[in-house]
């Protein structure tokens, strides 16, 4: 089956960093994508990785092992704004999206 | 209509009732989708359209129906409601189906009694 699995839940504090852990199962696999979700709004694009590495946008890097079936979301600087879900989503062999629950970070002051 | 927009922004249904969330788009993408989303899991996909005039089911598409007549609407539609379809409806595009990012609108939050 497929599957994607990521903690429920962080906290952090303003001005440090996280990394969010997502590991995947697919049939087939054609990228890995990270949205933030801020409660009662819709999810945004923050990230795709589908070569292994790291990929850096401001203060949001991703990285991926497709070896591993694991990917990650390091979030530095934290900001208050940055409190929200973060969904790990991998593509699978028929370019449909498979998506984790998601984990809600809370930062504190 | 800048991106994309769905309506109603929420609704209270009596179950047995017919409902339509509409799902409109201005970007020219072809590939639309709608999602659900419940609390504790991930957005499940009930249907998808790769580009006007086809639709496919995704992994939740009992109990729901699409159609996709031109490039910018794609309605889903619920025959006959039940209260297991209490959810929060999420429609998204992306230009192709292969495309690395899918852009959502703002949901429906859809309450079954």
């Known amino acids: 089956g497929q599957n994607i699995d990521q903690p429920t839940e962080m906290t952090a504090t303003e001005g440090a960093i996280v990394q969010i852990n997502c590991t995947y199962q697919t049939s087939g696999f054609n990228g890995l994508f990270w949205y933030q979700q801020h409660a009662g709004e819709a999810p945004t694009f923050l990230s795709y990785n589908v070569l292994d590495g790291l990929e850096e946008k401001g203060r949001f890097s991703s990285f991926l092992s497709r070896s591993k079936g694991y990917s990650y979301l390091l979030l530095k600087e934290l900001q208050m704004k940055d409190s929200a879900s973060y969904l790990c989503a991998a593509l699978d062999s028929n370019y449909q999206l498979i998506w984790g629950a998601g984990t809600k970070l809370i930062i504190k002051p | 209509i800048a991106g994309i927009t769905q309506a109603p922004t929420s609704q209270i249904l009596a179950a047995g009732r017919r409902m339509t969330l509409r799902c409109t788009q201005d970007?020219?993408?072809?590939?639309m989708y709608w999602y659900r989303q419940d609390l504790g899991l991930g957005l499940r996909l009930i249907h998808y359209?790769?580009?006007?005039?086809?639709?496919g089911k995704g992994e939740v598409p009992d109990g729901y129906s699409v159609s996709r007549a031109n490039t910018d609407d794609f309605p889903l539609t619920l025959a006959s409601a039940v209260p297991s379809q209490t959810s929060v409806y999420f429609c998204?595009?992306?230009?192709?189906?292969?495309?690395?990012?899918?852009?959502f609108g703002p949901g429906t939050r859809l309450t079954v009694l």
């Open positions: 998204a595009s992306s230009e192709t189906e292969t495309s690395n990012e899918q852009f």
């Open positions: 970007m020219r993408h072809n590939a």
């Open positions: 359209s790769n580009t006007a005039g086809t639709t």
